[in-house]
């Protein structure tokens, strides 16, 4: 087939391995995947019976512009209802403002070691792509004004970033936006928002009333749970909704997604508790770091980033043989690091035993 040109060369995105798949392949009854971020203590009770209720109406096609769920999350946020667009998933939204933003002669600026999906879009678009070097797991905001130039057209800030699990700060944010110009999008992807509990978080809905070009995403798939039926939500002014409304799909979210995500909202007490267990895993994580001389970054999202100091693939395969799903950092470009989504408290305790095992092993000692 005549492929266009500038497609080529660009990879197909890498998900985590399915559960399944693993159960088959290893003839595995119990399997743990800690890669993908996913919230280990699945979602609110309140969005079985919501789906439940809906299950008569499979027949007739989704409210397109999800206003019902659209003036909950207004409420939620305390925002106009038009500064709202959905999407099948966050994915879906990166993809929906590279489309209306990007192409040839543009370029779009982000970090060397962050969520690939930027750069996989922007290059399917045949935009130039920017990348600068982290520091420390943490967004070179210097650095990042300085690749901008007149071509740019996107600015992507995953905060907290995956997967170093760091955040950008509300001074640095504020230094970003006030050095550029007001036509350049600035897209925070706040995925991982709910889990933070950093007091210098930019508080970005508020900083969006004096920055029309801030951008937030967020999504249902992280601690609301709902990461299968596909839903989330970019917050910005109403032109940019504009824009982005012109290159989305017409029936993107479905009705299942709309009524899960209205109930998920109603239930903060669970996403609290969600984000209070995280952080006490967390810990554990930290402490077994410790133990064993590894660095790590402070994480402000339900995973951790580990530089293991050895090839970390070998690890990976043979927690996988155990029943572990895990991210190496192979696929980050990162031979010696692993990103372990935090499970829940006997996932965690049976990871880290089974880890601390291996690292004591001979032909794993570091190189
Ligand atoms: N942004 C970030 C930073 C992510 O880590 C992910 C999921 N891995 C997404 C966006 C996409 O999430 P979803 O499409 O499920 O909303």
Not at 123 to 132: C, H, K, P, T
Request: proline letters at 4%; one cysteine or more.
């Amino acid at each position: 087939m005549k492929l266009k040109k500038h497609l080529g060369g660009i990879k197909p995105y890498n998900p985590g391995r399915p559960i399944e798949e693993v159960q088959n392949m290893y003839g595995l009854n119990d399997v743990v995947k800690l890669a993908s971020n996913e919230n280990p203590y699945g979602c609110s009770q309140n969005v079985q019976k919501a789906i439940i209720t809906e299950l008569n109406k499979l027949s007739l096609y989704p409210d397109s512009r999800a206003d019902k769920l659209r003036e909950k999350l207004a409420n939620h946020i305390g925002l106009n209802h038009d500064q709202f667009i959905f999407g099948n998933g966050t994915d879906e939204l990166i993809r929906m403002i590279c489309r209306a933003y990007l192409g040839q002669g543009t370029n779009t600026v982000m970090t060397d070691l962050t969520f690939s999906q930027y750069k996989r879009n922007a290059m399917i678009e045949g935009a130039e792509i920017r990348e600068v070097p982290h520091v420390n797991g943490r967004h070179d905001i210097k650095g990042i004004i300085d690749a901008v130039d007149q071509n740019t057209t996107v600015v992507w800030i995953c905060n907290p970033n995956n997967p170093t699990g760091e955040y950008v700060r509300e001074g640095e944010l504020i230094t970003l936006l006030g050095s550029l110009n007001k036509d350049i999008l600035v897209v925070c992807d706040e995925a991982y928002y709910e889990y933070v509990d950093a007091d210098d978080f930019p508080d970005t809905v508020s900083l969006m009333k004096q920055y029309p070009n801030l951008m937030v995403t967020r999504t249902f798939s992280k601690a609301y749970g709902l990461a299968a039926l596909r839903i989330g939500y970019g917050i910005c002014q109403k032109n940019v909704v504009n824009d982005l409304e012109v290159v989305r799909e017409t029936f993107n979210t479905s009705r299942l997604a709309q009524v899960a995500a209205i109930a998920a909202l109603e239930d903060q007490i669970f996403i609290k508790e969600c984000s209070k267990r995280n952080r006490e895993e967390l810990e554990q994580f930290y402490s077994f770091c410790w133990r064993f001389g590894l660095s790590y970054f402070p994480s402000q999202a339900n995973f951790i980033w580990i530089d293991l100091k050895r090839n970390t693939n070998d690890l990976v395969n043979r927690l996988l043989l155990k029943g572990f799903i895990i991210r190496p950092g192979s696929q980050f470009g990162c031979q010696t690091s692993m990103r372990i989504t935090i499970g829940s408290s006997t996932q965690n305790d049976d990871l880290i035993a089974y880890l601390s095992q291996l690292l004591q092993l001979p032909e794993i000692v570091e190189k």
